[in-house]
């Protein structure tokens, strides 16, 4: 079946360091890929989601590519800020199934310094 | 716009007891709301799929005889936890997808609900 998997966590980073999650997919379809952002005590918000190969979501200065070639989905921000603290999923939902459920990668948590 | 509100937030309750979760979608009608699970330091397990008016489909492996779902309106959905032991003790989130419209197909989710049964 599909699925998702994600760099283990926690990462550590300091204030403005560029960060980079990992993320790549199997799927029998052809998925749209998403990534949320859970911030501590709140639910999971859509960060930026992309639809087909080589398309690029990006949002508050996160950018992820789909990049069909290497099933994979990287989330990428060039300076981290302590507000960016939080636990991030990398998902997919297969077009091919009518219910558009999500299949969620094991979640990677971030800490930000100052 | 698109919130989903859930309740309660927290609930505590004995071994034995039924717990009901509500999930509503504030301010949009949702064709299909999403039920999952989430463990400490794990990813969301996707319980099973309502669609207003019509039973819920399970995930395999999960008991439907325990976990009763019932979604009664295009806004509201509810999870109700039979007879709830200690290792049902999770934390809860629903989700909602939007009709047709710009954000169609897109999940809300809920804040989710930290059950602890004692």
């Known amino acids: 079946g599909d699925s998702v998997t994600q760099m283990e966590g926690p990462v550590t980073l300091s204030e403005e360091a560029f960060l980079t999650i990992n993320c790549t997919y199997t799927a029998t379809g052809y998925p749209s890929l998403f990534w949320y952002v859970q911030y501590p005590g709140e639910g999971l918000q859509l960060l930026l989601k992309?639809?087909?190969?080589?398309d690029k979501g990006s949002n508050k200065g996160f950018e992820a590519t789909y990049r069909k070639e290497t099933t994979s989905f990287h989330l990428e921000k060039g300076s981290v800020q302590v507000s960016d603290s939080a636990v991030y999923f990398c998902a997919l939902s297969d077009r091919e199934d009518s219910s558009y459920k999500l299949i969620f990668g094991s979640g990677t948590r971030l800490l930000v310094r100052p | 716009g698109a919130v989903v509100s859930q309740h309660p937030s927290r609930v505590i309750c004995k071994s034995g007891t039924s717990v009901k979760i509500e999930c509503r979608s504030l301010?949009?009608?949702?064709?299909?709301m999403f039920w999952y699970r989430q463990f400490p330091k794990k990813s969301l397990m996707l319980m099973a799929t309502s669609n207003e008016g019509s039973k819920a489909t399970y995930e395999q492996g999960v008991e439907k005889d325990k976990f009763l779902i019932n979604h009664a309106s295009l806004t509201l959905s509810t999870l109700t936890v039979t007879s709830a032991h200690p290792e049902d003790s999770s934390f809860y989130i629903c989700?909602?997808?939007?009709?047709?419209?710009?954000?169609?197909?897109?999940?809300?989710f809920g804040p989710g609900t930290r059950l602890t049964v004692l």
């Open positions: 992309a639809t087909k190969a080589d």
């Open positions: 301010d949009f009608q949702a064709t299909t």
């Open positions: 989700s909602a997808r939007v009709l047709p419209g710009p954000a169609y197909n897109e999940q809300f």
